[in-house]
């Protein structure tokens, strides 16, 4: 999967200091919250990003940019932000929220293996099969999707949930997206503290990553 995802070219000509890095984490051993979990979410909200910061501003700008309203719909970062203390979700998905937080960038987790061939971030037709609860996606709205459909809307507003991590994810896909002013090393920051939690997690876990961009 990982060597095979890609960026359309209509994204970046959208927002040229677009780039996402890719993580991939093989023999995850997921569970519900727990007290390390727990901890992970309260120091993340303690130095967490707050909503006026550059990094958030930079997405609700690329939002408008493809005709969203970030106001109504808000990138996922933002919305996690604002709605401190983060909820309790699962080890792995408080694991990503609460680097997504500190760090200032949006992070996207899909189960490896509910996905259906590449997953690829595109310029929607407006066609594209779409989950019921996500709706169809207007032309030109920023999408992820793999080959059955949509897996998330408005570039990372809302995940669908064929392909959204559970306690019963062994395979997962991360996706740290950037744009200026988050610089590239600290994007890759971003991915090392990731990768620390989840090897906390799942000791022997495997995890490959590629930037895109």
């Not at 990982?2 to 970046?12: E, F, G, R, S």
């Not at 690329?62 to 699962?90: M, W």
């Given at each position: 999967m990982i060597d095979d995802i890609w960026v359309d070219d209509a994204v970046t000509a959208l927002r040229p200091d677009f780039a996402?890095?890719?993580?991939?984490?093989?023999?995850?051993?997921?569970?519900p919250s727990d007290d390390r979990s727990r901890q992970w979410l309260a120091?993340?909200?303690?130095?967490?990003?707050?909503?006026?910061?550059e990094r958030i501003e930079a997405w609700r700008s690329a939002?408008?940019?493809?005709?969203?309203?970030?106001?109504?719909?808000?990138?996922?970062v933002d919305a996690l932000v604002r709605r401190l203390p983060l909820p309790e979700i699962n080890l792995v998905v408080d694991a990503y929220n609460a680097v997504s937080?500190?760090?200032?960038?949006?992070?996207?987790g899909e189960d490896l293996r509910r996905y259906r061939g590449t997953a690829r971030l595109v310029r929607a037709a407006g066609d594209e099969p779409s989950e019921e609860a996500l709706g169809e996606p207007a032309i030109g709205e920023v999408v992820w999707r793999d080959d059955e459909g949509v897996t998330c809307r408005r570039w990372n507003w809302r995940q669908c949930v064929r392909t959204r991590i559970t306690e019963e994810t062994a395979d997962a896909l991360f996706l740290l997206e950037r744009l200026e002013p988050l610089s590239i090393p600290a994007l890759h920051a971003a991915g090392e503290d990731l990768a620390g939690m989840l090897s906390a997690i799942a000791p022997d876990i495997r995890i490959e990553s590629r930037l895109l961009g």
């Amino acid at each position: 999967m990982i060597d095979d995802i890609w960026v359309d070219d209509a994204v970046t000509a959208l927002r040229p200091d677009f780039a996402v890095l890719v993580v991939c984490a093989y023999g995850l051993r997921n569970g519900p919250s727990d007290d390390r979990s727990r901890q992970w979410l309260a120091d993340a909200a303690s130095g967490a990003v707050p909503p006026d910061d550059e990094r958030i501003e930079a997405w609700r700008s690329a939002y408008r940019a493809f005709g969203a309203k970030p106001q109504r719909t808000r990138p996922s970062v933002d919305a996690l932000v604002r709605r401190l203390p983060l909820p309790e979700i699962n080890l792995v998905v408080d694991a990503y929220n609460a680097v997504s937080v500190r760090h200032g960038l949006p992070i996207g987790g899909e189960d490896l293996r509910r996905y259906r061939g590449t997953a690829r971030l595109v310029r929607a037709a407006g066609d594209e099969p779409s989950e019921e609860a996500l709706g169809e996606p207007a032309i030109g709205e920023v999408v992820w999707r793999d080959d059955e459909g949509v897996t998330c809307r408005r570039w990372n507003w809302r995940q669908c949930v064929r392909t959204r991590i559970t306690e019963e994810t062994a395979d997962a896909l991360f996706l740290l997206e950037r744009l200026e002013p988050l610089s590239i090393p600290a994007l890759h920051a971003a991915g090392e503290d990731l990768a620390g939690m989840l090897s906390a997690i799942a000791p022997d876990i495997r995890i490959e990553s590629r930037l895109l961009g």
